[in-house]
């Protein structure tokens, strides 16, 4: 072999051995080989009234950024160049501190929606859901589904809004011992309900465009994150309008109320779902899914929650899917019919003209 042709040889391994090395620790995120923990901004929110009164908002219903600005840490970059980031939110009015993730889909960059609201989706997980969120950054099955592609994908085909995700911690703590706290304001216990329907919705109105109109907040989750959800629209009509809840718990039961019953009563869905009934509204949609192989006491719960109270304001749907389980994975991979459903009732985001 001439000089020449090794020179080009030895050239080309070295840029392919370069190529396959930045692979290796970008995926291994070593610095600099990475963007994780960067700081991220959706918005212009600055915290002061000027900046929501000074631009035109698209859409009577539009709520411009109205700060504080939170200080977003890259989390993951996706294939499309969204990204999903974290920030640890102190609950100014639960009291409470965690981590909440967020993610915009690349809609909510374009010239076309940058005066428009977008609607909002609180994802939350099943189980302890203390410590992290599933939906952040989980991907799901042989075909490594992710909620944030999903979302993407589902608006494409027109099954879905672009929606903003918010995925906050579920509990303050462990499930240890049987421990949970029911999405609630659980007396002298940390706040989690005012936590989830209260502090994560202020932190999304800082910080992004969102809709004004309660048609523009939905929540999403499982297991213990599907009562959440369920309780959530039937406990705030007036603030939210839709919900998915995927193999829920239809009614609280956490060792922390003993002796608490009246509270507990307020955080029951069957009792806010006959409240709601009587008043005749407002109106509110759940999707439930179920798979036919979850605990037969969970299907059946829901399908009796879903002919006593699914009446008047309370509109329900069910989607049970064959040979199903209790995990994300079963419902990430048939949610496109829930989705599309509530898409239905869900406001924005309006293109400008």
């Given amino acids: 072999m001439s000089r020449t042709r090794r020179w080009i040889a030895g050239a080309v391994s070295a840029a392919t051995l370069a190529v396959v090395a930045w692979q290796v620790m970008s995926y291994c995120e070593i610095p600099p080989f990475t963007d994780k923990g960067d700081p991220v901004t959706y918005d212009q929110a600055d915290g002061s009234a000027r900046h929501a009164k000074g631009t035109k908002a698209v859409g009577a219903e539009t709520l411009m950024p109205t700060g504080p600005r939170a200080e977003f840490r890259n989390v993951k970059t996706l294939s499309d160049g969204t990204h999903v980031s ?3 939110l102190d609950g100014p009015k639960s009291g409470f501190k965690g981590k909440v993730w967020v993610w915009a889909p690349n809609e909510y960059r374009e010239a076309k929606f940058a005066a428009s609201g977008f609607p909002v989706m609180i994802a939350l997980p099943g189980g302890p859901g203390n410590d992290s969120n599933y939906w952040s950054v989980g991907e799901f099955g042989p075909d490594r589904l992710s909620l944030e592609k999903s979302v993407s994908r589902w608006y494409e085909e027109g099954r879905s809004k672009p929606f903003l995700l918010a995925m906050p911690i579920l509990n303050p703590g462990p499930d240890t011992h049987g421990i949970y706290w029911d999405a609630s304001d659980i007396p002298d216990q940390p706040k989690m309900g005012t936590w989830l329907t209260e502090d994560v919705p ?3 109105k800082a910080n992004f465009r ?4 309660r048609a523009g907040w939905s929540y999403m989750g499982s297991s213990t ?4 959800s369920l309780k959530a629209v039937l406990k705030h009509p007036s603030k939210f309008k839709t919900a998915i809840a995927n193999g829920p718990d239809i009614v609280p039961d ?10 507990m009563r307020g955080n029951n869905p069957k009792v806010l779902a006959k409240r709601l009934v009587a008043a005749k509204g407002p109106d509110v949609y759940v999707a439930f899914q179920v798979g036919t192989k979850e605990n037969a006491a969970t299907i059946n719960a829901v399908k009796n929650f879903i002919a006593a109270y699914g009446k008047g304001p309370v509109h329900t749907r069910l989607w049970e899917i064959p040979g199903g389980t209790h995990n994300g994975a079963t419902y990430l991979k048939e949610m496109q019919g829930p989705m599309q459903w509530i898409s239905e009732q869900v406001e924005g985001p309006t293109p400008s003209s």
């Fill in 254 to 263: 956490s060792p922390l109320w003993r002796g608490h019953d009246r509270e």
């Fill in 202 to 204: 202020d932190l999304m």
């Fill in 210 to 213: 969102t809709i004004k109109d």
């Fill in 225 to 228: 994150g599907g009562f959440a």
């Fill in 86 to 88: 974290v920030v640890t």
